[in-house]
Each structure stands twice: as structure tokens, then as C-alpha cells.
């Protein structure tokens, strides 16, 4: 199995790139033949802005362009997309929500069909979402920060695609034991991502 890891942040020594490291770290403990790669964002250079090459594939007037053909390829060699990213203002950074406009395309992710009826294309990929927030859960819970979030982000993305999200996840700084807390609950996401089907290898090996 393989996991597509994108991280964004521009800074490799973030507690977000350690994070992302240790979900690695889990995915291969779990099972040796497991697999991963780690999508670098800003190291990479992805440009997030939506431009009149989108509009027109977003149209069907023309084809995806090659860095998002790129994205869709990898994501497609994916058995589980993983997402590690500082919260900013309440939801994605710039970055990340770029590669989202751009990436997750009409055709690809989703498709309005002549009728206007939408068909959600991602039904097969699991989604793992891990945000690492400044603000107490407290801010979060008495301003509705979290509840927003997941209408935005897990329904309003995902669900829209079909994707299902397995992992919905805040680590934030007032959580007890930080950050050793997060990274241990980061190698735990990454060990129990393939986990449901090293069972069923498991059992068919007994029976």
C-alpha cells in the first residue's frame, strides 16, 4: 500500500515537516511493504494560483496543465492521501488550498454532468487530515473553530469529491505533553492508516 504525504509549510524544520515524517515513519512500521512519498509543497515550488489555464479545464475547454497532470498522477498511484499543514487563519494555508483549487479538478475529482448532477470520482481514496494549531481547544470549541473547519474542509472538499476522511485531526500547542504528544499521535495516525488491511492480509494468511 502507498500513501501520498503533502505537507505545507516552508519551513523543513517545522514541527509540520516532523509530523509528516513521523506519519512516514508509522506507515512503513505497520507493514515493511508499505510505502510512502512526501509532497514537499513549497520545496517543490508548486505554484497555487489559479489562472486562465485552470478556468479553461475547469471548462473542458482544454487539458490539465503539466504540473497538475503531475498531481493528479501521483495522487492517483496513492491508496491513502495524507495532508500535514499549519492552520492559518482557521483553515488551510494559501499554499495548500491552492494545490486544492488546482488539483482536484472537474473530471478528475468530480463531474457535472450534462444534467448538472454531480458524480463524486474520489469514492476509493482515504483521506488523512493532520492540522497544528496555536490556539487552545477551548478557542476552538467556544468560537466554533473546529465545527467550521470540518464543514469546510472534510465535507466541503472531500465529501463533495467522495473522498472519505478516516483522520480529522487538530494537534495544537495547549495540548498536554508538547510537541512529543504530537509526534508520538503522528506515528500512531501512520500506523493505523493501512492498519484495516494488514488485518485482512493477516486473516487470509490464517484461513
Request: contains cysteine.
Amino acid at each position: 500500500m502507498h500513501a501520498l504525504i503533502v505537507v505545507a509549510h516552508p519551513d523543513p524544520a517545522s514541527l509540520t515537516h516532523a509530523v509528516a515524517a513521523r506519519i512516514a515513519e508509522g506507515i512503513t512500521a505497520s507493514n515493511p511493504q508499505n510505502t510512502f512519498e512526501i509532497a514537499d509543497l513549497a520545496a517543490e515550488g508548486f505554484d497555487p494560483r489559479f489562472t486562465e489555464a485552470d478556468v479553461a479545464l475547469h471548462l473542458k475547454e482544454a487539458a490539465p496543465s503539466p504540473d497538475v497532470a503531475a498531481e493528479h498522477a501521483r495522487i492517483d498511484r496513492a491508496d491513502a492521501l495524507v495532508l500535514a499543514y499549519p492552520v492559518y487563519w482557521w483553515s488551510f494555508p494559501a499554499l495548500l488550498k491552492g494545490w486544492i483549487d488546482r488539483v482536484f479538478t472537474q473530471g478528475w475529482a468530480y463531474e457535472e454532468d450534462a444534467d448538472g448532477k454531480l458524480v463524486k470520482k474520489l469514492h476509493r481514496l482515504p483521506i488523512h487530515l493532520i492540522g497544528l494549531g496555536g490556539a487552545s481547544r477551548r478557542t476552538y470549541s467556544r468560537h466554533g473553530y473546529s465545527d467550521a473547519m470540518k464543514t469546510q474542509i472534510d465535507h466541503g472538499i472531500f465529501g463533495y469529491c467522495g473522498a472519505r476522511v478516516a483522520t480529522s485531526e487538530l494537534l495544537l500547542a495547549s495540548d498536554a505533553g508538547f510537541p512529543a504528544a504530537h509526534l508520538d499521535m503522528a506515528r500512531a495516525i501512520g500506523n493505523g492508516i493501512f492498519a484495516s488491511h494488514t488485518a485482512t492480509e493477516a486473516e487470509a494468511i490464517e484461513i
